[in-house]
């Protein structure tokens, strides 16, 4: 299958920095990513759809300000978490498709203290 | 608004046993339906993809069924070993190409020696 590949695993941070990650696709091209956060116990909920050149779509309650994307080539997306706070520590996981079928990075797992 | 459902959310059984893991959605227009797993703190991998024209898919030890017009799929583990212990997430897709995934809950599996 494709490979999808995050960087950061893991990050920890002081309350009101900013984080940035990133999705890299590595033996294929996308055109469009997306961006899901899954909080403990929780399943995962879609936050945006990363589109390579152009502006990403958010979903409902996603604020667009706080959690920046850009796609700037067609094998990286980054999502930067902007003034973070405890709040937003959660699991953050990029994915893209193939075809039909949908691959996950494995995740980075952001803890602000 | 598309609503996924994992029945049952946790299961633990000794090993060698076959197991069955359910998923309904409530709107029947999918495009597709993957099944993944999730092992603590990881990414997704993904085991099967059913699309929306088929009935099942067989990869291994596990068979994946999809009937789409009653908005259920199962995901059938045979000869259970404690290395299949992980999440399995159900998620399926808006029949429009290219929108992101919706996902169950999970269910939680243990598998013992």
């Known amino acids: 299958g494709a490979v999808v590949s995050q960087h950061p695993s893991r990050v920890i941070c002081k309350s009101g920095t900013s984080v940035k990650i990133e999705c890299r696709s590595l033996d294929f091209q996308a055109t469009t990513m997306f961006w899901y956060r899954q909080f403990p116990k929780q399943s995962l909920m879609l936050m945006a759809t990363?589109?390579?050149?152009?502006?990403?779509?958010?979903e409902q309650g996603v604020e667009k300000d706080k959690f920046l994307i850009n796609h700037a080539s067609l094998t990286l997306s980054t999502l930067t978490v902007t003034s973070a706070h405890p709040e937003d520590s959660s699991f953050y996981i990029c994915?893209?498709?193939?075809?039909?079928?949908?691959?996950f990075g494995p995740g980075t797992r952001l803890t602000v203290l | 608004k598309q609503e996924v459902t994992q029945i049952p959310a946790a299961l633990s059984v000794p090993e060698g046993e076959n197991l069955v893991l359910n998923c309904s959605f409530t709107d029947s227009a999918i495009y597709n339906l993957q099944w993944f797993r999730q092992d603590p703190g990881k990414g997704l991998t993904s085991l099967l993809l059913i699309q929306s024209s088929q009935r099942e898919q067989t990869s291994g030890r596990l068979n994946a069924s999809l009937d789409k017009s009653s908005g259920r799929s199962t995901l059938y583990i045979a000869a259970s070993q404690p290395g299949d212990s992980a999440t399995y997430l159900c998620?399926?897709?808006?029949?429009?190409?290219?929108?992101?995934?919706?996902f169950g809950k999970g269910t939680s599996l243990l598998v013992t020696p």
């Open positions: 994915s893209a498709n193939v075809i039909d079928e949908q691959f």
């Open positions: 998620a399926v897709r808006p029949f429009v190409r290219g929108y992101a995934l919706n």
């Open positions: 990363s589109n390579e050149g152009s502006k990403a779509t958010y």
